[in-house]
């Protein structure tokens, strides 16, 4: 399996959902970084399952255990490597997919690539349950990237056809950005949090589910950083991004309405602002070229509904080949907008410092 990701700082992500633990190896992480284990463990809590009426029931505590790579609360240059039991786990719940798989779930495409032997217990290594550790790893990145001057922040965009005000894309309040990602439920506007509520009751009380799209922000990141064609920092932040389950679309800065501007809407004109150089508008979201041009970097992720719903869908019996009816057991979240957004922070955090390593900046 392609469980990693990085190229001078490397992700490995290890476990299944209900194996006995999750975890990730990092290789790459500077030696003499002090980390704050509290500003670990917020991150940890924004993802957490349980902990809130819009994700699923199942309770785990998602505290990481440093297994290596840190003494005395500070880093050793040595690969870091942190574990997460897994508390609450109910195998059972999924012995009926075996012959009968999800509709839009990798059930049936995993069957066919590992030749039946992939694990289907809690979706097993396809599971989002296997972004506990990406939050960790983000968050650990997030600490690199602040003694940098560098702060990311995100909000829910939307859930079904419930909006939240965007992001100011030319002047993000780096305030505002420290303010939601601390918070479980981040919108920048708290009204629309009722409404984006009501829409996910809905659907639970429906046994169904919904979407949403997560819009995530980067200041202080200076001009210069990233590289050309394949090595740009929309593919390797978009890379990141779609090894996030659920996630279906990623775009950057006025992402696809850019298509409808003429060129002279849609430039970023070069001026002077407070004696640097800056644009008077962020169409492009932070980057050209490939490459960080100094303006904030503006990058939303599109999340699918969640798969597993308990109202009954109609499948296939892959052994009789006949049409079949499925009733999916187990503890879902009817929406995981919520719970991903921190994921998302984290990658973009992730990849940010793997680029400025590989640009000589860290």
């Known amino acids: 399996m392609s469980s990693n990701i990085g190229r001078y700082i ?69 690969p870091l490597c942190a574990m997460i039991v897994n508390s609450n786990t109910r195998s059972g719940d999924y012995s009926n997919l075996v012959d009968t798989p999800r509709p839009s779930h990798a059930d049936y495409p995993a069957n066919i690539r590992f030749n039946g032997y992939n694990d289907l217990s809690g979706s097993g290594h396809f599971s989002g349950r296997l972004t506990a550790p990406m939050v960790f790893a983000g968050a650990v990145c997030r600490q690199i990237l602040k003694e940098k001057g560098i702060t ?46 009501d829409v996910i009751e809905n659907a639970r009380m429906d046994c169904d589910s919904v979407g949403g799209v997560c819009e995530v922000a980067v200041t202080g990141i200076d001009a210069g950083n990233g590289d050309v064609m394949f090595g740009s920092v929309e593919s390797r932040i978009s890379e990141a991004l779609f090894g996030v389950p659920a996630v279906k679309g990623v775009e950057f800065g006025a992402g696809f309405d850019i298509s409808k501007m003429r060129g002279s809407e849609a430039n970023d ?62 503890r879902h979240d009817p929406c995981v907008v919520g719970r991903a957004l921190p994921v998302i922070e984290s990658m973009v955090c992730f990849i940010l410092c793997d680029i400025l390593k590989g640009n000589g900046k860290i």
């Not at 194996?19 to 509290?38: E, Q, R």
């Not at 100011?168 to 984006?196: G, H, P, Q, T, Y």
Request: glycine share 10%; hydrophobic share 35%; with cysteine.
């Open 10 to 78: 490397k992700m490995q992500i290890f476990g299944e959902s209900h194996g006995k633990a999750i975890g990730v190896v990092i290789d790459g992480i500077p030696h003499g970084i002090k980390l704050d284990m509290d500003a670990i463990a917020v991150q940890m809590a924004r993802r957490a399952p349980g902990n809130d009426k819009t994700s699923t029931p199942r309770k785990e505590a998602d505290i990481p255990e440093i297994i290596s790579g840190v003494l005395n609360g500070v880093t050793t240059g040595a």
């Open 269 to 330: 004109c070069y001026y002077i602002k407070d004696g640097k150089i800056a644009t008077k508008s962020n169409n492009n979201g932070g980057i050209l070229g490939g490459l960080t041009n100094g303006m904030p970097i503006i990058v939303r992720a599109a999340l699918k509904p969640t798969p597993s719903i308990s109202k009954e869908q109609k499948t296939l019996n892959t052994k009789t080949l006949s049409d079949d009816t499925l009733i999916i057991n187990g």
């Open 152 to 197: 990311v922040g995100g909000h829910i965009y939307s859930i079904g056809e419930v909006k939240d005000t965007p992001f100011d894309m030319v002047n993000v309040d780096e305030n505002m950005l420290e303010w939601l990602n601390c918070r479980a439920f981040s919108v920048i506007d708290e009204k629309s949090e009722k409404e984006m509520r």
